[in-house]
Structure formats: structure tokens, C-alpha cells
């Protein structure tokens, strides 16, 4: 699960490398206390598999800064399904901003066929954010029964000297994961300031 977390704040920092450059920018990226539930609503998910079977996050909570922006996650992540051997996580995620009172699609997606492979990869944007959480990226897939620990863990990161994108605004982010003939749905909040 901690991957997964990591997922929904460096998702759009992978999102704005994979865009052409023609101008930089940096980004203010706010993860949304929304982005605990992790579960999409039923229009979203195309999985087959409930997140909450593969993963317990009743151990995670989180405390609000004084900006009331900024939340810190602490808590424990467990993995409690099994992941298929060899079999690679494949992911597919989708980014929504909000206007006009409802969700309309950015155009901007992301899919990896062996994201083990992706966070493996130094030239990844995922590599150094994982690292920068201290997860041991050699470990991927987790393991059932794999604890990920969060100490202080921020929703709140900066992003710079990217590629200049229209981004900015309250998105939504709708991940799909998959391995070995399971599928399941997350969904992340995100706020994104372009400086």
C-alpha cells in the first residue's frame, strides 16, 4: 500500500515529465485528505478485485498541519492478498480535473505494463520518490504480509522544472492496478499550483 500511496503523490509528477517540454514550470502538488479512502466509486472502477482485500489501511491515520493544507500520514500499511510471481503490476491511471461541477477528463494518462520495472528505473520519476520514502524498490512486488511503515509522510510536495502543463486545478486521479488476472481501483485527489 505504501506503494500505491507514493503512487498518488509522485502520479502527477510523472504526468507532467511525460509532457513535451517547451516551457518550465514548477508545481505545488497537495494530496487530498479525500486521498486516505483510496476506493473508487463504482463509474470508476474496472477492477475485480476490491482494494481493501488486497490492502488494510485501518492503521494509517493522519494529522493536519497548521496551514490546513498540509496533512502528515503516520500509521502502518499491510499487504494482505498474495501478488502472482512473475507476474508483472500493471497500472493505468487516468487524471480528471474538476469544472463546471463535474469531473472532465485532462486527456493526460499514464500506463506502465510492469510498474516494478518503472520504480526500478532511475530515469523514472517514481525511482527517486520511492527511495526518497525509504522503500526498498528490489522488493517489488510486496509480499502478502509486507508492513509499510509512514513516519511523518506529507501530502504536500513541490515539483520543479518540469514541463509547463494546464494542470492546475482540484484533479482526480483514477489508478488501476493489475496482476496475474486481478484488477483493482484507487482513486487520488490532488491539488495542483503551477508556479
Not at 502502518?76 to 487516468?94: H, N, Q, W, Y
Request: glycine share 6%.
Amino acid at each position: 500500500m505504501k506503494y500505491l500511496f507514493i503512487c498518488s503523490v509522485c502520479l502527477a509528477g510523472i504526468l507532467l515529465h511525460l509532457l513535451p517540454a517547451s516551457q518550465s514550470a514548477s508545481y505545488e502538488i497537495i494530496a487530498d485528505e479525500r486521498t486516505l479512502n483510496l476506493v473508487c466509486d463504482d463509474q470508476d472502477n474496472h477492477g475485480n478485485t476490491p482494494l481493501r482485500q488486497i490492502i488494510d489501511i485501518s492503521g494509517l491515520h493522519f494529522d493536519v498541519a497548521e496551514d490546513m493544507e498540509t496533512i502528515y500520514y503516520n500509521g502502518d500499511i499491510k499487504m494482505m492478498g498474495s501478488l502472482v510471481r512473475g507476474a508483472p503490476i500493471t497500472l493505468e491511471a487516468d487524471v480528471y480535473r474538476w469544472e463546471r461541477s463535474q469531473w472532465l477528463p485532462t486527456g493526460v494518462s499514464v500506463k506502465r505494463d510492469n510498474f516494478c520495472e518503472a520504480i526500478k528505473n532511475p530515469m523514472e520519476i517514481w525511482h527517486p520518490i520511492f527511495v526518497k520514502f525509504g522503500i526498498n524498490v528490489s522488493k517489488c512486488p510486496p509480499k502478502k504480509g509486507s508492513v509499510f511503515t509512514f513516519r511523518n509522510v506529507s501530502n504536500h510536495v513541490f515539483v520543479r522544472n518540469m514541463p509547463f502543463a494546464d494542470i492546475a486545478g482540484d484533479l482526480k486521479a483514477v489508478v488501476h492496478l493489475g496482476n496475474g488476472g486481478k484488477n483493482t481501483c484507487m482513486v487520488v485527489y490532488l491539488k495542483v499550483y503551477t508556479h
